[in-house]
């Protein structure tokens, strides 16, 4: 019961910190953003959140 607790807590402060840093690098590729910049970063940053999404859910889920 204590380790679901753990689990679930645990994924979800990692999910949150990834949403975090998803919402820190859009703003800094938004302004920043030069012809030398990578064509793959807007990929990275939505795979990134749907990575922290995923986490979110399976946190919840151990935490019910």
Known sequence: MITRILIGTVA???GL???Y???????TL???MTS???VF???ALWYSAFF?????????????
């Open 36 to 38: 030398s910049s990578s």
């Open 52 to 64: 922290g999404l995923i986490l979110v859910g399976l946190g919840i889920a151990a935490l019910l």
């Open 41 to 43: 970063m807007p990929y």
């Open 30 to 32: 938004r302004v920043k």
């Open 12 to 14: 979800v402060l990692i």
């Open 17 to 19: 910190f990834q949403f």
């Open 21 to 27: 840093n998803v919402f820190t690098s859009w703003k």
